[in-house]
């Protein structure tokens, strides 16, 4: 069944810079639904990021709404934005941003061990996830042991470990070349599918991009 996991309602952002008033996104809407996979592409500087992070709740609009799984988190407190990001929102970045100290094993697991699930469940899920994305060999090495393609990887499986909602992606194929790109998009495509999650892919790889369910075109802040 489809429902609307991501509401975003007449958002705008703008900052003071040098006594100007800076607009950096102006009256954003759009949603996506379960199991939707959509590439936000633009320019650099047309908005893309602060969209992510304000949608994120890592960044608050000036004005307008958002509204996540019909609730709306535009002025919740900040140990309520936490909780939602911990439940509710996968993060996938450009740079993979993994433990160095953790093994593929614990970087995978660490989402539901924050949680509050306990380490021989946590372990026997991320194994599972792990053999889907065809690295059940790599359990036990550390980041630096694998190819930038692998920990992009684990990046993925840590974002969608705890089921969320919606999965926000940050250029998450941009260090990676065509071919890596592709197999990369492909796993984050077949999963964010398969457990029905929606997903906002920010990227400037046009290949990937035309591969998505939809592509929203932002410039100058302005959804086109």
Do not use: W
């Not at 199991?35 to 990021?49: I, N, W």
């Not at 995978?108 to 699930?117: F, Y």
Request: charged share 25%; glycine share 6%.
């Amino acid at each position: 069944m489809t429902k609307n996991i991501l509401q975003i309602k007449n958002v705008s952002k703008s900052f003071l810079q040098a006594n100007q008033n800076i607009e950096v996104l102006k009256n954003v809407n759009l949603e996506i639904s379960n199991g939707e996979v959509v590439a936000l592409t633009g320019p650099s500087g047309s908005g893309k990021t602060t969209l992510l992070q304000i949608t994120g709740l890592l960044d608050s609009p000036s004005s307008g709404t958002i509204v996540i799984n019909n609730k709306d988190v535009s002025t919740i407190n900040d140990s309520e934005r936490t909780e939602i990001r911990k439940t509710q929102i996968g993060f996938i970045y450009q740079f993979h941003h993994l433990i160095a100290e953790f093994s593929t094993l614990e970087n995978v697991a660490l989402p539901l061990l924050i949680n509050g699930k306990n380490k021989d469940d946590a372990f026997k899920q991320a194994k599972e996830l792990l053999k889907e994305i065809e690295l059940e060999d790599k359990l036990n090495y550390k980041p630096y042991q694998l190819s930038g393609g692998q920990q992009q990887r684990v990046a993925i499986a840590r974002a969608i470990i705890n089921k969320p909602s919606l999965i926000l992606a940050d250029e998450p194929t941009g260090n990676l070349d065509f071919e890596l790109s592709e197999k990369i998009f492909e796993i984050l495509y077949n999963l964010t599918k398969k457990y029905q999650i929606a997903c906002l892919i920010v990227t400037h790889n046009q290949e990937i991009s035309k591969k998505t369910d939809r592509i929203i075109k932002i410039k100058s802040g302005i959804i086109e």
